[in-house]
Structure formats: C-alpha cells, structure tokens
C-alpha cells in the first residue's frame, strides 16, 4: 500500500481527505497545508511517543488525527477522546475518510436533509458511551459513518474498525494516577515541539474558576504551559477568570469576551463551523480566541465533570459523559489550526478506578461539602499554592446554548438562515409540513413573548418559548451548506490535477 499526497493550500489548515479504492495498492490523500506528510505516515496530532517513529496507532494517548502505513494496509486513526471523529463512505469499491465531515460531503457530493429535526440528538448521543451511539449519519449519497476514539483499518478491499490499545495502568493511590498525567504530558510536549516537525506546536491552556481547567493547567505548567485564555463572563453574567490560579502559576492570562463572536465587525458566520461539527455550537465562543489558537495545542479540561467526579454516570470503558462539551471544535480546530488536547481523557476507560480513587479515605482531605466537589482536582490545585477559595466554589460554563437564546444567531448569519429556510421552504412542504421561519407574528406570538420575559432562559426553552427553540433543530443542515464552500473549489481543483498528472506519472514510471 502507498500513500501519494496533494496539498489543498486554500482548505483549512488541519483538514485532510483519503480515497481508497479496491484493488487499487494507492491511497491518495488531499490536505491542508499544516498537515504532515512523510511516505509512510500523515497527521495532524500529538501523541505521548517521539514523534519520527510515528507511533500514533499504537497508543490511547493521541489526539487529533492521521494515518500509517503497514504493509498492504492503512490505519486511520482517530483522537484518543470523543471530542473529535472520523468520517468514512464506502460505495462502489471506493471508501473516503476525513477528519472533516463538511469534507466528506463535498467529496461524495452529498447532502443532509434540511427538514430532518433531530440531528442534534444523533450526535448527543455520543454521550451517552461508544456503545450506545447513533453511527452514522444519512445523506444523499447513502449513510456516512462516524467512528469516535478507536481507528480504522482499510485492508485494499473495506474499512472495518479496530479498537485502540487498552493497557491496564496503575491508579490505585493519587501519586500513581498523578504520576500517569505528568509522564503523559511530558511526552505529548516533546512530540508537539519534537524538531522533526514541520509545523511545531506549543501548548495553550484555558483558566477558569472552576475545577477541571485549573487542574490541567496545574499538570501542564511544568511541561510548557506558559499561556492560558480565559472568556468574561461566564454563561451566568457572574466573572470567571481564574487570575489567582494562574498568577499562582506564573501563566499569562489573556481574558477575552464570550460574546466577541458576535461583534458587529466579526467574519460572517461565525457559527458555522461549530454548527456544523454536532448541530450544537456550545463553543462558538472560542472564535474570540482565533487569533490564539493557530499551532497551539489546546489543553482542556472537557470530560474533568465525569473522570474526576466522585460519582460518575458510568464506571465502564465506554466513556460515558455527562454531555457533548468539546465536540463542536472539532471542525473549527481544522479551519483554525490547532490540536485539542482534554486531559482528562488521560487514561479515560480506567474511569472506575480514578472514581474510587477520589471517593477514598486518603482524598478526605481535598473532599468539601456540598455537591460540587471533585477532590482529585482540589489536590491537584491547592497543592501548588492556590488558595481554596479561590477555584471550584461554584460551577460555571462559558457555553452558548443557541435554543435558549432569543437572538439565536449573530445578527449577518440570522438573516441568511432565514433565507435558507424560505430557499428550501418546499422540502417542508413536499412532506406536508410547515416551514419553520424566522418570523412570527400575531396575538400568539405576543403572548408567548410576554411569558418568555417571566421565565429563565432554562424554562423558556423547555416550554418552546424561546426564538432559539423553534429555529435550533435545522441550524446543522444549514451550517453544512454554508461551510461546503471552503472545501469545494480546492478539492475540486486539487482531483482534477490529479487526474491531470496520473497518466503523465504512469509514463514516467
């Protein structure tokens, strides 16, 4: 099997798109321009072994995306983490895969269904553990399939999935748990920076006054760390800043709006790309950090409400979390050029034995009152010299949840959905449903508002209130639509040279 590359230099830095086709020993392979490419290997991702010997397939601890040669097959990998996926086609003798599902569309030419309502729920369902999750999504040109934390292996002849390496590690006291973390990071900072690459990495952490990022940032700082964001205010209005935590540290802090993504002068669209990875959008306020974020690896603190709860929704390997937070980045990171690293996925499957760790006699100590507390975490915090009450006294979030909110879009992308909906208003109709618009008028309407204004955002959108209730369920269909053209024109022009340049190669060969 041989990989052969063409480079897409006006896609998303991190995007990349692989054909296979049966029979054939080639596999060709069209990417964005900080993708790394050798003739054995390609990747966007770091991993926790030196980077030359590429051995991203063989580990749990890897995020991003790529894949190897071996012999007369391929492995694709995914992340080590549920905030990111594969996407693979197969039909006809030809299978695709990409780390883009925007991607994968345009290249099959494909198209999802603008009436269907319930993608949000297809991709939550990742929550809910890697055996439970809905597989694939359906499209014009047949299902694409989604394959979350472990790789799969194209053979010459069909993908089938392989399960990532499950090593049995040690966490049974704090200092061997701890111990795991440090050594992971350790070795995923020498191979983000390993001078190999073509394109390095340096690490970027975010701070809160919660548990999770204050503890990641705690285990990273030694291994490079030396800068972090932090988005005012929090989801609540209340600050959130986490500048004891990192003043303690000696990282820079930059504090940033959440809500800079919807400033008047912001890139149309900013939603989109968020949109379109989980038909949620929760993390569209890192567009505020993009000028951050290019060749950063992002720690995070995604899955800490699960790996480091006392009592978690599940004990098993599946990784089962308590919602999708994290996920929406996945497609955004491509087009912004940066790796996703949530440390708590850290050794993920062993979530049994990290939760009997927080919930035994030797954390006591760390164990406060009350329903918020994660003891590994508070350890992990204070022991470096940060006060107690200056992290993990009440939880907050940065995320923005689209069905509660009144103005739903940014005000540019709120009048372009709405001449979607008016575009594709006889798909409704053809089904003998009603169009949704973003315009309502009438004595019903106003009533609605005038009890909207008495209930919390939460209350709104449970009880259909909110503009953001009735427009949320086909914002994904419309953000796959709006993001196909970063891809179109270059993969177009990119397998037109191809086939432009094979015969030529044959005669040379």
Same mark, same amino acid.
């Given at each position: 099997m041989h990989l052969r590359y063409t480079p897409v230099p006006d896609w998303p830095r991190?995007?990349?798109?692989?054909?296979?086709?049966?029979?054939?020993?080639?596999?060709?392979?069209?990417?964005?321009?900080?993708?790394?490419?050798?003739?054995?290997?390609?990747?966007?991702?770091?991993?926790d072994g030196e980077f030359r010997r590429a051995g991203f397939d063989e580990t749990d601890v890897v995020f991003g995306s790529g894949a190897r040669r071996? *012999?007369?097959?391929?492995?694709?990998?995914?992340?080590?983490?549920?905030?990111?996926?594969?996407?693979?086609?197969?039909?006809?003798?030809?299978?695709?895969?990409?780390?883009?599902?925007v991607c994968l569309l345009v290249a099959v030419g494909a198209d999802v269904d603008p009436t269907y309502a319930t993608y949000y729920e297809d991709f939550k369902s990742i929550s809910d553990g890697l055996a439970r999750y809905t597989r694939s999504v359906a499209t014009t040109a047949g299902p694409v399939r989604l394959t979350y934390f472990h790789n799969l292996v194209w053979d010459g002849s069909a993908l089938r999935e392989r399960p990532k390496p499950g090593p049995e590690r040690d966490f049974g006291d704090f200092a061997a748990y701890r111990g795991f973390l440090e050594a992971s990071l350790a070795a995923l900072a020498q191979n983000m920076s390993a001078p190999d690459r073509a394109f390095p990495f340096q690490m970027l952490g975010t701070i809160s006054s919660g548990y999770d990022s204050p503890a990641v940032a705690v285990l990273a700082q030694p291994y490079g760390l030396e800068e972090a964001i932090a988005f005012?205010?929090?989801?609540?209005?209340?600050?959130? %800043? %986490?500048?004891a935590i990192a003043r303690a540290l000696g990282v820079q802090l930059r504090h940033l709006d959440r809500d800079a993504w919807r400033a008047a002068d912001a890139p149309a669209g900013p939603e989109v790309p968020f949109l379109?990875?989980?038909?949620?959008?929760?993390?569209?306020?890192?567009? *505020?950090?993009?000028?951050?974020?290019?060749?950063?690896?992002?720690?995070? %603190?995604?899955?800490?409400?699960?790996?480091?709860?006392?009592?978690?929704?599940?004990?098993?390997?599946?990784?089962?979390?308590?919602?999708?937070?994290?996920?929406?980045?996945?497609?955004?990171?491509?087009?912004?050029?940066f790796l996703h690293l949530p440390v708590p996925f850290l050794g993920v499957r062993q979530i049994g034995d990290v939760s009997a760790l927080s919930r035994s006699p030797a954390m006591a100590s760390w164990d406060v009152p009350g329903a918020y507390s994660r003891p590994i975490c508070r350890r992990i915090v204070e022991t470096a010299g940060v006060a107690r009450g200056a992290f993990g006294v009440r939880k907050q979030t940065?995320?923005?949840?689209?069905?509660?909110?009144?103005?739903?879009?940014?005000?540019?992308?709120?009048?372009?959905?709405?001449?979607?909906l008016r575009t594709h208003a006889a798909e409704w109709h053809d089904r003998g449903l009603a169009a949704p618009s973003p315009a309502a008028h009438g004595t019903a309407v106003r009533l609605r508002a005038a009890l909207a204004r008495l209930a919390s955002p939460r209350l709104r959108n449970a009880l259909g209130l909110a503009r953001g209730a009735r427009l949320f369920p086909h914002l994904f269909p419309w953000a796959v639509e709006r993001a196909k053209p970063r891809y179109r024109a270059g993969l177009y022009e990119a397998i037109a040279e191809r086939h432009h340049r094979a015969p030529e190669q044959r005669a040379r060969a």
């Open positions: 991190l995007a990349w798109l692989a054909r296979c086709r049966r029979g054939d020993p080639t596999v060709e392979v069209f990417h964005g321009p900080d993708v790394e490419t050798t003739p054995d290997w390609f990747c966007e991702a770091v991993w071996h *012999g007369a097959s391929v492995t694709f990998v995914s992340s080590g983490s549920t905030v990111d996926r594969l996407h693979s086609h197969e039909t006809a003798g030809t299978a695709w895969v990409a780390n883009s599902l005012q205010p929090s989801s609540s209005g209340a600050p959130d %800043g %986490g500048g379109a990875a989980d038909a949620k959008g929760e993390d569209v306020y890192f567009r *505020g950090a993009e000028a951050y974020l290019a060749r950063r690896v992002l720690v995070t %603190g995604y899955h800490g409400d699960q790996m480091w709860s006392k009592r978690p929704r599940a004990k098993n390997a599946d990784v089962v979390r308590g919602d999708q937070s994290g996920l929406s980045l996945s497609e955004y990171r491509l087009w912004a050029g940065a995320s923005v949840l689209f069905f509660e909110r009144d103005d739903v879009l940014s005000p540019g992308s709120l009048a372009d959905y709405g001449e979607w």
